[in-house]
Antibody, heavy 127, light 106 residues
């Protein structure tokens, strides 16, 4: 069965960076885009970007441009999200999530949605 | 940037029908999806491609999308359906979420 297992909780100081990992199993890792979504305490879902797990190409939400880097290691079926210059309002649960569409399709073209989510990683930014 | 608007809260009595709306400019021209999130859990896809249900999602969940509004309908609402619900669409290969709606079953 498809599983996305994320790394554990992190506590960081303002200005630091955090790197969250997401290990996939149960499917062809480089056959689907991986999204990253975050959720601040008591708030809604916020899309951060996606990575084409085959080519490594990325698309980031404008508000994270310059601060976020998404990478992957296909040999160990793991995706990564690194966020730099952390601020207190970056405190949130960070999710990796699989796009249900095959990679060969343009993102969003067939409307299949996000079918699998990781368990979430709490990142706390505090001095 | 593209925006999706949901009501912050919806209340429904057990056994009744709950409708949660999601509004966006010409949303009906795009595909909409819906997710359910219970406290402390990851979101779960309940509707994709406007009106399709993933396997394992009860038939009481249905969706529609026309004009500027997508609607998630839960027929015969049960206490277990109490959760936050998020709509989602795409805009030029970026993902957009609505602000979420807290569904209360009382």
């Amino acid at each position: 069965q498809v599983q996305l297992v994320q790394s554990g909780a992190e506590v960081k100081k303002p200005g630091a960076s955090v790197k969250v990992s997401c290990k996939a199993s149960g499917y062809t890792f480089n056959g689907y885009h991986m999204y990253w979504v975050r959720q601040a305490p008591g708030q809604g879902l916020e899309w951060m970007g996606w990575i084409n797990t085959n080519s490594g190409g990325t698309k980031y939400a404008q508000r994270f441009q310059g601060r976020v880097t998404m990478t992957r290691d296909t040999s160990i079926k793991t995706a990564y999200m690194e966020l730099s210059r952390l601020r207190s309002d970056d405190t949130a649960v960070y999710y990796c999530a699989r796009d249900a569409e095959d990679l060969v399709v343009v993102v969003g073209e067939t409307g299949l949605g996000i079918d699998y989510w990781g368990q979430g990683t709490l990142v706390t930014v505090s001095s | 940037s593209y925006e999706l608007t949901q009501p912050p809260s919806v209340s429904v009595s057990p056994g009744q029908t709950a409708s949660i709306t999601c509004s966006g400019d010409r949303l009906g021209k795009r595909y909409a999806c819906w997710y359910r999130q219970k406290p402390g859990q990851s979101p779960v896809l309940v509707i994709y491609k406007d009106s399709k249900r993933p396997s394992g999602i009860p038939e009481r969940f249905s969706g529609s999308n026309s004009g500027n509004t997508a609607t998630l309908t839960i027929s015969g609402t049960q206490a277990m359906d109490e959760a936050d619900y998020y709509c989602q669409a795409w805009d030029s290969s970026t993902v957009v979420f609505g602000g979420g709606t807290k569904l209360t079953v009382l």
